[in-house]
């Protein structure tokens, strides 16, 4: 009776999160850091959805000016200092330059717009926007020569994919546990608590027990509520789609463009894996199922002919090496065009039966660490002995670098281990971890099989028994965009070893 006790204990947690997105992954680190015995699970690979189908950008949102979201506005640009500082090696500035059209939008207009995007935020460490001539500056070279004027601003660019995964490793290494391939099948409250029943991807049942239930089941959090949950919520999310494309590289430099088109949406054309760029997005009403999404050849010439209106260079949908599409999954605030719906997020707090229930509605990737506070704030009157916020200051796994600076631990990188394969991209990804690839290694033979790129067993090794990767597509499009870069050999022998790992 006493084991079965302790056993019983050992599943019972202070809070379940259902959903491995960065909302889910932020809440699970910020809870377990509280002192919440933390439950994370995810149905299929963590980020594997709109978290890793972004635009890979840490911004304020410069267009959401002209719809008055100030607050929000206010709250992204304030988190884009904060989280260069959490993870320098995975967050970094972006110069971005905007071309002047005078028959979009006045230059007054622009110029006032970028003194407030200087300023709400109380910038510290990006540089302030100011205008250029494209006749003479290099920023102006690639543009059409109709262009000749256009304003520069900066933004921050960010691994969409690994900051979920490092917000999933930070909650694990405080003690919370993380479940990938995990469906959360089926809750119910019982005496005060929540009853969930867990199937992993083997078929594997099991039931746990938690006081609170968070769903950040993104694009799913209506059906969440529906199937899994049976509860009902007067609010709901606006499905809509961005698709993203990726060609060979179309301007020299580190910048990044973005672009006005005449139906008043915005396209960025931004620097992607050194050899290309990634061009997007799209705002398409979505239905149907969110893990099917596709880009449809309608968006890729939409993609195409804007940059090819604002760039010297033609784009056309041939040129395409890659694209990705994924689900935004918006709070619904009754706005007609999908461009207009707020990027602001919600909460739904249920407390029928006296187990809550936190439904997270809409949110974006720049704000996920505020969101994830002030869920927490949300149910903290719910979860007497939960501790203070503490994300502020904290760094994520790799981030603990002196002041913040990756160029100066690339450096110190590079001289202890001059013989590293690729030192800048296994930097860029795992920052002060990279110490536990390297490990004891005297040189590159000691890291194993290297499969191209300075990608080595050793690296792979990690990606499996740290970060949960277990299937190649993990590997290649989630944690690294080496599919881009290895060839149809490499990618084979990486899906054998996962093949012989099992």
């Known amino acids: 009776m006493l084991r079965a006790f302790l056993a019983e204990q050992r599943l019972v947690f202070d809070l379940l999160v259902i959903g491995g997105g960065i909302n889910g992954a932020g809440i699970a680190r910020d809870a377990q850091g509280r002192g919440l015995k933390t439950l994370l699970v995810e149905a299929r690979d963590l980020a594997s959805a709109t978290s890793s189908a972004s635009s890979k950008l840490i911004h304020g949102g410069l267009r959401y000016l002209e719809q008055y979201e100030f607050r929000l506005v206010r709250e992204a640009l304030i988190e884009r200092e904060v989280l260069l500082r959490m993870a320098p090696h995975i967050v970094r500035p972006l110069a971005f330059v905007l071309p002047h059209r005078p028959h979009l939008r006045p230059a007054w207009m622009i110029r006032l717009g970028l003194f407030l995007y200087d300023r709400l935020g109380g910038r510290e460490c990006l540089a302030g926007s100011y205008g250029i001539d494209c006749r003479s500056h290099a920023f102006g070279r690639p543009l059409a020569s109709a262009i000749t004027r256009a304003f520069v601003y900066s933004d921050c660019w960010v691994d969409d994919a690994r900051l979920v995964v490092l917000n999933a490793r930070d909650a694990a290494d405080r003690g919370a546990e993380v479940r990938t391939r995990t469906r959360c099948v089926e809750t119910r409250r019982e005496g005060g608590i929540w009853r969930a029943r867990l199937v992993a991807d083997d078929g594997a049942g099991s039931e746990v027990a938690a006081r609170a239930l968070v769903n950040a089941a993104g694009p799913w959090v ?183 600076d990756f160029d100066a631990f690339l450096a110190d990188l590079v001289a202890r281990h001059p013989w590293l394969s690729a030192p800048r991209r296994i930097a860029r990804a795992y920052g002060t971890e990279t110490a536990r690839i390297v490990g004891d290694a005297k040189g590159r033979e000691d890291l194993g099989r290297d499969f191209g790129q300075g990608f080595t067993e050793r690296e792979l090794a990690y990606l499996a028994e740290r970060e949960w990767a277990r299937m190649p597509d993990d590997v290649l499009w989630r944690r690294s965009k080496l599919g881009l870069h290895l060839d149809a050999g490499a990618k084979a022998a990486i899906a054998d070893w996962f093949t012989r790992r099992r």
Not at 316 to 339: C, I, K, N, Q, T
Not at 340 to 346: E, F, G, I, L, S
Not at 351 to 356: C, E, K, Q, S
Request: aromatic letters at 8%; charged letters at 20%.
């Open 222 to 404: 209506n059906e969440v509520l529906g199937q899994v949950v049976h509860a009902n919520s007067p609010k709901h999310v606006r499905l809509i789609k961005g698709s993203h494309i990726v060609v060979p590289r179309l301007h020299d430099g580190p910048q990044a463009y973005i672009l006005q088109n005449e139906d008043r949406r915005i396209v960025f054309v931004l620097p992607y894996e050194d050899r290309f760029s990634l061009i997007g997005t799209t705002d398409e009403p979505f239905t149907g199922d969110p893990a099917s999404v596709a880009i449809t050849s309608a968006e890729t010439s939409y993609l195409c002919e804007v940059v090819t209106r604002h760039f010297r260079a033609r784009v056309a949908p041939e040129d395409v090496v890659w694209s990705y599409a994924g689900v935004r999954p918006l709070h619904d605030d009754a706005h007609v065009e999908a461009a207009q719906v707020t990027r602001d997020y919600a909460f739904d707090l249920d407390l029928a039966g006296g187990a809550p229930l936190l439904s997270i509605f809409g949110g974006k990737l720049t704000t996920f660490r505020k969101l994830a506070e002030h869920a927490l704030d949300r149910l903290a009157p719910h979860l007497p002995g939960m501790g203070l916020a503490w994300t502020k200051g904290a760094t994520l796994p790799g981030g603990a670098m002196a002041n913040a």
